[in-house]
């Protein structure tokens, strides 16, 4: 059983998907489809780079590993646009619920990571936190959940085979 006040790994959603299902989408259906999923920021954002195509189906990416992650995918509880991923200061990327659905969060954290070439977009979304007293504690403890391997550790690491 984990310290309860240390917390620890709740859920990982990872999503991948062609950069091109995103940019037919917009073609076939216009703003609407845009309107549907993305927020205003997030399409403001998106259309400020040279590709938005990439940007959007990144965040497209994100918003499906973040309902993976939190267990619930999409239907009553959550809806594409009451997810956004949307930028800090610093550039990295950060998952927001809209005020109703953050209810789903209570004391825990979504981590984001997007990346993204010309065909595909990933994301990576991770849960973190603490469950509250009355619920099973089978989370991953943070301390020791990877170690980086090193060439002493394996002698064929990154080697040609």
């Not at 216009?30 to 590709?51: A, K, M, N, P, Y």
Request: hydrophobic share 40%.
């Amino acid at each position: 059983m984990m310290d309860k006040q240390r917390g620890g790994i709740l859920g990982v959603g990872v999503d991948l998907i062609e950069v091109n299902r995103i940019r037919k989408a917009h073609r076939r259906w216009g703003d609407q489809f845009l309107r549907r999923i993305f927020t205003e920021e997030e399409v403001r954002h998106c259309f400020s780079r040279i590709d938005p195509y990439q940007s959007l189906a990144a965040r497209f990416a994100g918003k499906e590993a973040a309902a993976k992650a939190l267990s619930s995918g999409f239907g009553a509880q959550l809806s594409f646009r009451s997810i956004a991923i949307v930028s800090k200061k610093n550039g990295a990327p950060q998952v927001i619920l809209e005020e109703t659905k953050s209810v789903l969060l209570l004391g825990k954290k979504l981590l984001v990571s997007l990346s993204h070439t010309a065909k595909f977009a990933l994301a990576q979304v991770v849960l973190c936190g603490s469950l509250p007293s009355d619920q099973t504690d089978d989370r991953i403890p943070m301390e020791g959940v990877s170690q980086p391997l090193t060439n002493s550790d394996n002698p064929n690491f990154l080697t040609k085979n």
